[in-house]
């Protein structure tokens, strides 16, 4: 008999005790043939249960592409290029990138290669059918995992923090393919030349792209009263409270807050380990990432914002609670950025901008009047709707104060780094 994910939920439960929140969650989002990222259900757009910036309109991914090319440009203009893209849902933003680089940006599109790792096996059959085109042609790639093109961490590194909860004794997950938190499962070793194969060349230079990607990592929830536990009570979910552990109270002192009374806040370990893996992949390239997402800073928090982010949503509505319909909705987290970019700075990434999507998408798109968005407008009404549609990317009202843009360098000189236009109004 198939059992439901409450059900595969509330058996391990009874089987191993009580579990982190961060367990949960990974089990509601990523759980195999059950989760909510895993199952064939419509999660994107107006028949699903959350906005991205592409499903408002191409011009996100336009704009993007003219920051690719240009940071292209200012690696030095190589024969090749590849852009990972980190969670790329139903590929709306790639196909606007490719398709406008093609375009627009000849010379650059030519170098393009566009990786896209996506865990589900459902989302990745679409992608391939959306991006056809692109897979034909050899210049787009549609893998499930980035292991094995980052199999090892720089030893320098030193552990990384969930490394040290597991050290102590943390559950881990049952499925000895995947990383807690990370999204994508593990691929054997035997699988990496498959994976260089269908493209990835080793020193090539390299963008990494995710957006709304660290949302989605799982999350651990320490509330005034200790770290959260969810158990089972009449077979109902409940939560419970144990002591947070030293590798979460090191989390908070360096870079968040600790909650007070009626106050919770997330600790992200994986959020770190992605960081890890993200400059691992650039051990021997020069590139840049660029890391969109709604989060905040310590700094917000200390000024008594962004605590208890942690939200579930569905049908474009916020539910009440995370322990209803598991599978069925979104759970996500706002993105420590300080964490963030400490990590990075920590692994060698050079932190280029923390700004807004406001910022960002208005420095790139001021010097063209944002030409990208009205290029197909043939009539008044076009233009009045396509305005809208932009002005929701970048007004403060929309999506252009809520979004946070972190870009990240590496082994860039200092002085072509600073001329992209997404950081002009960060200077």
């Not at 852009?83 to 627009?104: H, I, N, Q, T």
């Not at 208890?308 to 909705?329: F, N, V």
């Not at 987290?333 to 700075?345: K, Q, Y």
């Not at 208005?362 to 043939?378: K, L, N, P, S, Y």
Request: proline residues 5%.
């Amino acid at each position: 008999m198939t059992l439901t994910l409450r059900e595969r939920i509330a058996d391990e439960i009874r089987r191993s005790g009580q579990i982190p929140f961060s367990r949960y969650m990974e089990l509601c989002l990523y759980e195999p043939e059950l989760g909510y990222y895993s199952c064939p259900r419509e999660q994107f757009g107006k028949a699903g249960d959350f906005y991205t910036s592409s499903d408002v309109h191409a011009v996100f991914g336009r704009l993007l592409a003219r920051q690719f090319e240009e940071m292209w440009r200012a690696l030095g203009s190589p024969a090749r290029i590849d852009l990972l893209e980190l969670g790329p849902g139903r590929g709306l933003f790639a196909r606007d990138v490719l398709d406008w680089s093609a375009k627009r940006f000849p010379e650059f599109s030519r170098a393009l290669r566009y990786t896209l790792a996506e865990q589900s096996s459902h989302l990745r059959g679409r992608l391939e059918q959306r991006l056809a085109e692109h897979v034909a042609a050899r210049v787009c790639t549609v893998l499930d995992s980035v292991s094995a093109l980052s199999p090892i961490v720089p030893a320098e590194a030193g552990p990384t923090l969930s490394a040290k909860v597991a050290e102590g004794g943390a559950p881990t997950s049952a499925n000895d393919n995947f990383i807690p938190g990370a999204s994508f499962p593990q691929q054997p070793r035997d699988r990496l030349s498959r994976h260089l194969l269908a493209g990835w060349e080793p020193g090539t230079d390299l963008i990494v792209f995710a957006n709304e990607f660290f949302d989605a990592l799982p999350v651990d929830v320490i509330d005034h009263r200790g770290a959260l536990r969810v158990s089972l009570q009449d077979d109902r979910f409940v939560e419970s409270f144990v002591a947070p552990s030293a590798a979460e109270l090191e989390f908070l002192d360096r870079y968040s807050v600790h909650p007070d009374e009626g106050e919770r806040v997330e600790v992200c370990p994986a959020a770190l380990d992605w960081i890890d893996r993200i400059a691992g992949l650039f051990a021997s390239r020069r590139g840049f990432a660029v890391l969109i997402d709604y989060g905040y800073t310590r700094e917000e928090q200390l000024a008594g914002r962004h605590r208890d982010t942690t939200m579930s949503y569905r049908q474009h509505i916020a539910s009440a609670s995370p322990y209803k319909a598991p599978g069925q909705q979104d759970i996500t987290a706002h993105v420590n950025f300080t964490a963030l970019r400490a990590r990075a700075e920590q692994r060698r990434l050079m932190p280029l901008a923390l700004l807004t999507q406001s910022q960002f998408l208005i420095g790139i798109g001021e010097e063209t009047a944002f030409a990208d968005a009205f290029q197909d407008c043939r009539l008044p009404q076009e233009r009045a709707k396509v305005a809208l549609q932009l002005k929701h990317l970048i007004s403060p009202g929309g999506m252009g104060e809520i979004f946070q843009v972190l870009l990240l360098s590496h082994d860039v000189a200092q002085e072509d780094a600073a001329g992209l236009a997404g950081l002009k109004l960060a200077r």
